[in-house]
């Protein structure tokens, strides 16, 4: 992936639960963007741990229209 060299990696992180991914890929150079998750208790938990990250408390796939 030579490409992305001297590129920064941004993204966000989808059913994150307490962030464990998250910090695997930080530690690998990505930049993490964003937290979704619905769970309150990992919610708090990914704000205790990078409070500069935005949390996003919801579930934005519920699928309404079934």
């Known amino acids: ?3 992305l060299m001297g590129m920064e990696v941004t993204g966000i992180e989808l059913f ?3 962030g464990g991914l998250a910090l695997g890929l ?3 150079g990505v930049k ?3 937290f979704v998750e619905f769970d309150r208790s990992a919610c ?3 704000r205790k ?3 500069s990250r935005n949390v996003i408390e919801d579930d ?3 699928w309404k229209n079934l």
């Open 1 to 3: 992936m030579e490409w």
């Open 16 to 18: 994150a639960g307490a």
């Open 26 to 28: 930080e530690e690998a």
């Open 32 to 34: 993490g963007l964003a």
């Open 44 to 46: 708090d938990t990914l």
């Open 49 to 51: 741990n990078s409070p």
């Open 60 to 62: 934005k796939f519920i």
